[in-house]
C-alpha cells in the first residue's frame, strides 16, 4: 500500500507539472471548489465555481434530446468554447457523442425525440475538487424500441486556468448492434468556428487541419481566436490507451469540428447483453499551442489510469 501512495502522489505532481506547462505561468494554483445545480424541471445540470453567478459548462439532458455539453465557458470567463446547432451543421451541438450508422440507423445527424429517450440525470459528486454527474438514455429503433443503453459519467475539475473534463462512455446492447464504418460517429466537439477565424487543428503526430483527417493520433488539440479574446480558447482531445482500436482515427472538418471515431477504421458490434466502455479527456484551457506539454500531460492521463486499483 505504501508503494501504491506514492506512485499515485508522483502522478498527481506529473499532472501538475503539466498543467503549470500549458499554462504558461510559474504560479501554482488551487483546485477550485465546484458545485453542481440540477434544474427539476428540465434535468440539466449546471456547474458553478465557488460564489460565482454563472455556470461555468452546463449538461443539457431533455428528456426527448440527445444528451450535449453547451455551453462551456473558457476558464478565464472570457467567451464560451461551443456552440449549438450553428449554420454549417444544424444537428451539431456542442460536446456530444453521437453515432451515424448503428443497424443503420443515424443517431449523430437526428439528435430528437425519435431516437433518443432519458432515462435518467443524476448528481454523482455534488460539490468539491472534482463534481460527477452521469446521464443514461435510451438509443430508440424506427418503432421506438430501445436498442442501446448509453451511459455518459462526467468527472470535472477546475485549477482556475484550465478545466479537466472526464468522459467515461457506456453502451449497453439491448439487441445485437453494428456501428458500421463511417467518416466519423462518436465523441464530437463543435466550437464556435467562423470563416476566417485564426486557429486550427494539430494532432500528436503534429499533423494539422485536413493532413490530421482520418489519421490515428493519440490526441486532438483545437485552438481558436472566437469573438472577444486577444489569444486563442483551446480544447484538447486525449484517446484513452485502453480504448479497442488505440490510437482512433480522427475526423477533423473543414470548420475544426473534431471527432475520435473507432468507425473510421471498420464496423465494429456490440452483442446483446455485452457493453462497451470507451474513454476520453477533455483538456479546456487558453493561449499558445503547446505540443510538448499536450504529450506530457496524455502520459499523465495513461500512467494514471494505469496505476488504478480495480
Known amino acids: 500500500m505504501p508503494r501504491l501512495r506514492s506512485a499515485r502522489g508522483r502522478c498527481a505532481s506529473f499532472i501538475l507539472v503539466a498543467v503549470l506547462s500549458l499554462a504558461g505561468t510559474p504560479t501554482v494554483v488551487r483546485a477550485a471548489t465546484l458545485t453542481l445545480r440540477q434544474d427539476s424541471a428540465t434535468k440539466a445540470i449546471a456547474v458553478f465555481r465557488h460564489g460565482a453567478a454563472e455556470p461555468i459548462l452546463t449538461q443539457n439532458a431533455r428528456a426527448d434530446f440527445r444528451p450535449y455539453l453547451h455551453p462551456i465557458v473558457a476558464p478565464d470567463g ?10 454549417h451543421h444544424k444537428h451539431q451541438t456542442g460536446l456530444y457523442w453521437g453515432f451515424t450508422r448503428v443497424n443503420g440507423r443515424d443517431y449523430f445527424h437526428n439528435p430528437g425525440n425519435d431516437y433518443w429517450r432519458r432515462v435518467s440525470s443524476n448528481l454523482l ?6 463534481v460527477k454527474w452521469s446521464t443514461v438514455y435510451h438509443l430508440l429503433d424506427a418503432a421506438g424500441q430501445a436498442v442501446m443503453t448509453e451511459t455518459q459519467v462526467w468527472t470535472m475539475r477546475d485549477s482556475g486556468n484550465r478545466y479537466l473534463l472526464d468522459l467515461e462512455w457506456k453502451g449497453e446492447g439491448l439487441v ?3 456501428v458500421a464504418k463511417y467518416d466519423y ?3 464530437f466537439l463543435r466550437m464556435p468556428w467562423r470563416a476566417g477565424m485564426a486557429g486550427g487543428a494539430t494532432n500528436s503526430d503534429g499533423q494539422r487541419n485536413e493532413r490530421a483527417n482520418g489519421q490515428r493520433a493519440r490526441w486532438v488539440d483545437v485552438g481558436l481566436k472566437i469573438e472577444g479574446r ?3 480558447a483551446r480544447i484538447a482531445i486525449f484517446d484513452h490507451p485502453k480504448n479497442a482500436g488505440h490510437p482512433l482515427p480522427w475526423r ?7 471527432s475520435p471515431s473507432r468507425a473510421i477504421a471498420g464496423d465494429w458490434v456490440i452483442a446483446r447483453g455485452k457493453s462497451e466502455t470507451v474513454r476520453h479527456r477533455m483538456v479546456v484551457y487558453t493561449g499558445a499551442e503547446n505540443a510538448g ?4 500531460e496524455w502520459q499523465a492521463y495513461a500512467d494514471e489510469s494505469a496505476q488504478r486499483v480495480p
Not at 78 to 87: H, I, K, N, R, Y
Not at 125 to 130: E, K, N, P, R, S
Not at 252 to 258: A, R
Open 293 to 296: 506539454a499536450l504529450a506530457a
Open 176 to 178: 445485437d448492434l453494428t
Open 185 to 187: 460517429g462518436g465523441l
Open 125 to 130: 459528486i455534488a460539490q468539491g475538487d472534482a
Open 230 to 232: 486577444s489569444d486563442a
Open 252 to 258: 477533423v472538418d473543414s470548420q475544426m469540428g473534431v
Open 78 to 87: 472570457q467567451g464560451v468554447l461551443t456552440e449549438f446547432s450553428p449554420g
